[in-house]
């Protein structure tokens, strides 16, 4: 069974940092492209970074600069560090599994809360 | 960026009902096209990739139709089960792949 776990969400500072992870199970891993998508509270969903199968990595321009997204194939997880962090990262953050070949998101996690505020 | 919107943001319908939902990008975005349903407090699912293939499992009361700029979703036979938010995504060539706003659907 394809499962997808997010963990390391929090309450933290503006300003500050978090790491959140991606934990995949029943699939091989390192053959998908891998996605983190965001939702606040009460609003739509929103594309926040991708990392493909050869680790070329992409993001939206709201976290480009200050979120890294990386994959350690090993322990088939999925990594969002998150620095100098904005009340506007204020999210549930999923990541999702590409169907393939560009198509749609076919596995998400459950997702993790991140707030930021002091 | 390509940008999406959706229409209507809310619509409000009979069980047994024909629901339609439309997807436009600012350009052509060819069949890249994905619809999502979101049950409050849960993830998205994926119901249609590639504007008109049906996700395994889903009921085929579920479809889409469309290419290019405007895309359209359609619920045949609107269940109570199928009260949820409604998004369209593309993702067309290069990142960022955009969200429409949403609609959200509910029973009369």
């Known amino acids: 069974e394809v499962q997808l776990v997010e963990s390391g969400g929090g309450l933290v500072q503006p300003g500050g940092s978090l790491r959140l992870s991606c934990s995949a199970s029943g699939f091989t891993f390192s053959s998908y492209d891998i996605h983190w998508v965001r939702q606040a509270t009460g609003k739509g969903l929103e594309w926040v970074s991708t990392?493909?199968?050869?680790?070329?990595?992409y993001y939206s321009a709201s976290v480009k600069g200050r979120f890294t997204i990386s994959r350690e194939k090993a322990k088939n997880s999925l990594y969002l560090q998150m620095n100098n962090l904005r009340a506007g990262d204020t999210a549930v953050y999923y990541c999702?599994?590409?169907?393939?070949?560009?198509?749609?998101?076919?596995?998400w996690g459950q997702g993790t809360l991140v707030t930021v505020s002091s | 960026d390509i940008q999406m919107t959706q229409s209507p943001s809310s619509l409000s319908a009979s069980v047994g009902d024909r629901v339609t939902i439309t997807c436009q990008a600012n350009q052509d975005i060819s069949n890249y096209l994905n619809w999502y349903q979101q049950k409050p407090g849960k993830a998205p699912k994926l119901l249609i990739y590639d504007a008109f293939n049906l996700e395994t499992g889903v009921p085929s009361r579920f479809s889409g139709s469309g290419s290019g700029t405007d895309f359209t979703f359609t619920i045949s036979n609107l269940q109570p089960e199928d009260i949820a938010t409604y998004y369209c995504q593309q993702y067309d060539n290069l990142p960022p792949f955009t969200f429409g706003p949403g609609t959200k659907v509910d029973i009369k």
């Open positions: 990392i493909g199968t050869a680790g070329d990595t």
């Open positions: 999702a599994r590409e169907l393939g070949a560009g198509g749609g998101y076919d596995y």
